[in-house]
Nanobody, 123 residues
Framework: QVQLVESGGGLVQPGGSLRLTCVAS????????MGWYRQAPGNRREFVAA???????NYALAAKGRFTISRDNAKKTVYLQMNSLKPDDTAVYYC?????????????????WGQGTQVTVSS
């Protein structure tokens, strides 16, 4: 069974840092684009950051300069280093990935979401 599992969330004071980790597991041939999204109470899920297979990154304006996305293809893992956290960063953070799976039809691309990890920034 293919799944994405996030970890690393928690309670942190304003100005603090957290590192989120998302590990993909299952019968995965390869990982394509991977990214992080977040959803605060009462808000829609929004894009935070993404990283392509060649390492090119893209960030939401709110994340630029404070967050860094990276990946380790051998470990099937994507990270989100979050620094200078603000109360507005409080949300459930979700991992998203395009995965290449081996099916009866051959190699096919599927998009997966993790279950989310809570990040709370508060004093």
């Amino acid at each position: 069974q293919v799944q994405l599992v996030e970890s690393g969330g928690g309670l942190v004071q304003p100005g603090g840092s957290l590192r989120l980790t998302c590990v993909a597991s299952g019968s995965i041939i390869s990982l394509n684009d991977m990214g992080w999204y977040r959803q605060a109470p009462g808000n829609r899920r929004e894009f935070v950051a993404a990283i392509a297979t060649d390492g090119r990154t893209n960030y939401a304006l709110a994340a630029k300069g404070r967050f860094t996305i990276s990946r380790d293809n051998a470990k099937k893992t994507v990270y989100l280093q979050m620094n200078s956290l603000k109360p507005d960063d409080t949300a459930v953070y979700y991992c998203n990935a395009d995965l290449i799976l081996l099916t009866v039809s051959g190699a096919e691309k599927y998009n997966y979401w993790g279950q989310g990890t809570q990040v709370t920034v508060s004093s």
